[in-house]
């Protein structure tokens, strides 16, 4: 896996970046080009693959090592749009299409469906809010994440 993500970072500047189809998951059914590759200033590869089912991601150092992880912060980016409970009839899309009824705690935008992001404790600290295309036709991402909060994670 690590060759196939460095022959296609050959071509990459630094500061470049580019999205292919990731050789772990293959793009999930849609094909989408998930996986990024970046390469730093420092000559380091970092790859992430962004479907949440797959979670491939690592770092190529400019010597072939694998890189440390390091944490960093996401800034907080609060949900600030109208939002309520999810309507009936999509509450009977998401139970026809994906088997899924939606708890009380997710939310309807009037576009999207907001699922909250909880901690260990079970508070919100953040917001997915997921379109369904088979819904409605709305352009834009499938998933856009709000954190209420900065958030401390980790990456390669």
Not at 77 to 105: M, Q
Request: net charge positive.
């Amino acid at each position: 896996m690590k060759d196939t993500i460095a022959l296609e970072a050959l071509d990459l500047p630094t500061g470049g970046r580019k999205r292919v189809i990731c050789g772990s998951c293959g793009g999930g059914g849609s094909k989408e080009l998930s996986l990024m590759i970046t390469r730093a200033e420092n000559g380091n590869i970092y790859y992430v693959c962004y479907r949440a089912s797959c979670g491939l991601r690592g770092v190529i150092g400019s010597n072939g090592d694998i890189g440390i992880t390091q944490p960093n912060k996401t800034q907080a980016k609060p949900f600030t749009g109208a939002y309520g409970d999810i309507p009936d009839n999509v509450h009977a899309f998401l139970l026809h299409e994906y088997g899924i009824s939606a708890p009380k705690a997710w939310k309807w935008t009037g576009k999207r469906v907001l699922i909250p992001l909880l901690d260990g404790n079970g508070a919100r600290w953040g917001w997915v809010a997921r379109k369904f295309p088979n819904l409605l036709d709305d352009e834009g991402p499938k998933a856009l994440v709000y954190y209420d909060k900065e958030v401390l994670g980790y990456s390669y």
